[in-house]
């Protein structure tokens, strides 16, 4: 049972566009959410997170929004550039009681120059 | 150290040989994860530590998988009699508690042939 998924594997984008990556989860009680970037042979790096006490949260270029109703959590990079290429994770948890997050399968962006 | 460190980076075995694989976690983080992302896969949710023991292990696929920490420190991943399904690359994390954020490791990319 995938509680966090993320459906779309891979998405293309032109430099200087914006990237939108998707991210779904289903478990009700998952109360805080962050997004990892991933680069070939490195381990994931933490990127931005947001609290279920929020919709959004904005980090320079990225900014994540959650739409708690719809279990629905979405990252935007803008404007995108070829160094933003890499696989992007979003991991869910509960703040009560699990200490461990729950990943989805990841979404492989291009950056297109 | 600095980060998380993993040894070694890549590890190739043959079908029913033992490993193990280490994990030198940020000194002074109490707690410790091990994932590991099959090849089209998420990151999979192997077993936690807090400190010297094990609260979850609901993520380990087989009695063939087995984990300790010692010291509150290093960690070693042992697989048994490895099966070609145990290629991936496993991931170590470590946190200042239970429920923060991960540093991961780069991983170890264990190849069975």
């Keep these: ?113 | 150290g600095a980060g998380v460190s993993q040894s070694p980076s890549n590890k190739v075995t043959e079908k029913g040989k033992d490993v193990e694989l280490r994990c030198d976690p940020i000194s002074g983080h109490t707690a410790l994860y091990w994932y590991r992302q099959s090849l089209g896969q998420g990151l999979e949710f192997l077993i936690y530590f807090q400190g010297n023991s094990a609260p979850d292990k609901s993520g380990l696929p087989s009695d063939r998988f087995s984990a300790e920490r010692t010291g509150g420190s290093v960690s070693t991943l042992t697989i048994q009699r490895t099966q070609q399904e145990d290629s991936a690359v496993y991931l170590c994390a470590s946190s200042r508690g239970q429920g923060d954020g991960y540093t991961f490791g780069s991983g170890t990319r264990l190849t069975v042939v």
């Design chain 1, 1 to 113: 049972d995938q509680q966090v998924k993320q459906n779309s594997p891979s998405l293309s984008v032109q430099e200087g566009r914006i990237s939108i990556l998707n991210c779904d989860y289903t478990n009700s009680m998952f109360d805080y959410f962050l997004w990892y970037k991933k680069y070939p042979a490195e381990g994931p790096t933490f990127l931005i997170s947001i609290s279920s006490i929020k919709d959004k949260n904005e980090d320079g270029r990225f900014t994540v929004f959650l739409n708690k109703s719809a279990k629905h959590l979405s990252l935007h990079i803008v404007p995108s550039q070829p160094g933003d290429s890499a696989v992007y994770f979003c991991a869910a948890k509960s703040t009560s009681g699990t200490y461990k997050y729950i990943f989805g399968t990841g979404t492989r962006l291009k950056v297109l120059a």
